[in-house]
């Protein structure tokens, strides 16, 4: 019987020595463990943000103003770039086969750069349309795109209620 106020003993484990076990205690196995899986987190985590920091590299890629490209010069030759610019009016040509050239421009018209593109055209291109071509420029002067992106005006216009809606001008070339 123990005395009132104090607490009965603690009653006792019966675990193997730590002689015995080859270890510095029963929970040994279990810090090994952790350090075990934080190392296989921390690859996980290297492995995976060294994935995305190299799929990301091309798409990181900012655009460069026709402008930059020519002061580049012969060192922008062959290669990728993003240039931003504007179609020049009266020189858009587009054939059957969706073979397009262009003129575009940044801050004067008379020092432009002239496009050639093989695809599908965007809705919103057009003259006087801002847009940004994914290319390369080759010795001849001539940027090739293989990618063609038509920016859309910053303004936005709502229609007045009840008023109806005004379509968008058609800006496709016809031969």
């Known amino acids: 019987m123990t005395p009132q106020g104090s607490s009965p003993p603690a009653p006792e484990l019966d675990l193997p020595p730590a002689s015995k ?8 196995w279990y810090q090994g463990a952790n350090k ?16 995305m920091i190299t799929s990301l590299g091309d ?4 655009y460069n103003t026709v402008d930059e490209l020519k002061k580049d010069g012969a060192d922008a030759i062959e290669d990728r770039r993003r240039v931003g610019g504007r179609v020049l009016t009266g ?6 086969q969706n073979n397009l050239s262009f003129a575009i421009y940044h801050s004067e018209p008379t020092d432009t750069l002239e496009v050639h593109y093989r695809g599908i055209t965007p809705d ?10 994914e290319g390369k420029l080759q010795s001849d002067g001539v940027f090739y795109a293989s990618n063609l992106i038509a920016q859309h005006p910053p303004e936005f216009k709502v229609a007045e209620p009840g008023s109806p809606h005004d379509p968008v001008k058609d800006r496709s070339i016809r031969q």
Not at 21 to 27: D, M
Not at 38 to 43: P, R, S
Not at 91 to 96: F, L, V
């Open 91 to 96: 020189t858009i040509e587009k054939d059957g």
């Open 124 to 133: 919103l291109f057009g003259e006087e349309v801002d847009v940004i071509v």
């Open 59 to 62: 798409a990181l890629t900012y």
């Open 21 to 28: 076990t080859g270890s510095k205690g029963p929970i040994a």
């Open 36 to 51: 075990k899986v934080l190392a296989g987190v921390v690859i996980i985590v290297i492995t995976v943000a060294a994935l």
